[in-house]
């Protein structure tokens, strides 16, 4: 059963562009969400996460657009730049219990960023 | 060292082979967790250590995969008796927190099953 979908698979923009991720979870037990950006080869390495309680957080040109009521939440990019070519995963922590700490990932969404 | 480092980088072995992978985490970082990623798809969770113990073995797939960590520190994942559906990438992830947060991954071991 997965638990986070995430969309698109994959998306093209030009340079400057702002591409946006979306993810909607199911389990209302989630309480932290997080953003891994993976290169080729590498792994995955944390972007920004954001708590149910908050609406938004930017970091840079990044920002996460969280709506609770509808269990969904986005990446936004600003001004992308080629270097930001990358996939990018959605996660969800549940709170406790014993598998406190284990990230529900969403299936990827592979950005290129033309220049 | 700076980051978590996992050896071998590669591994290629013949099916019913058994292999192991290491991970050495971040120094200090009592959580540690092992995901699997497999082609074209996202991360899926195998297993959680908080030092030594291992409170969530839910992700594992079968009895033929297993893991230990020692000393709090590094740990291994056995895969016995390898078969070709257990080809993916393993990552291995360490934190401060046992919350989960500020998970620092690995490069990963790429694992092929001939």
């Known amino acids: 059963q997965q638990q986070v979908k995430q969309s698109p698979q994959s998306l093209i923009v030009q340079k400057g562009g702002i591409p946006i991720i979306n993810c909607a979870y199911e389990n209302t037990a989630f309480d932290y969400f997080p953003w891994y950006q993976q290169f080729p080869g590498k792994g995955p390495a944390l972007l920004i996460a954001?708590?149910?309680?908050?609406s938004e957080k930017k970091e840079g040109r990044f920002t996460i657009s969280f709506n609770k009521s509808a269990k969904q939440f986005s990446l936004h990019i600003m001004d992308s730049q080629p270097g930001d070519s990358a996939t990018y995963f959605c996660a969800a922590r549940k709170a406790g219990g014993t598998s406190y700490g284990k990230l529900t990932f969403g299936q990827g969404t592979i950005l290129t960023v033309h220049p | 060292g700076a980051g978590v480092s996992q050896s071998p980088s590669n591994k290629v072995t013949e099916k019913g082979k058994d292999v192991e992978l290491r991970c050495d985490p971040i120094?200090?970082?009592?959580?540690l967790y092992w995901y699997r990623q497999s082609l074209g798809q996202g991360l899926e969770f195998l297993i959680y250590?908080?030092?030594?113990?291992?409170?969530?073995k839910s992700g594992l797939p079968s009895d033929r995969f297993s893991a230990e960590r020692t000393g709090g520190s590094v740990s291994t994942l056995t895969i016995q008796r390898t078969q070709q559906e257990d080809s993916a990438v393993y990552l291995c992830?360490?934190?401060?927190?046992?919350?989960?947060?500020?998970?620092?991954f690995g490069p990963g071991t790429r694992l092929t099953v001939l």
């Open positions: 954001i708590r149910p309680d908050v």
């Open positions: 992830a360490s934190s401060l927190y046992r919350t989960g947060k500020l998970q620092y």
């Open positions: 120094s200090g970082h009592t959580a």
């Open positions: 250590f908080q030092g030594n113990s291992a409170p969530d």
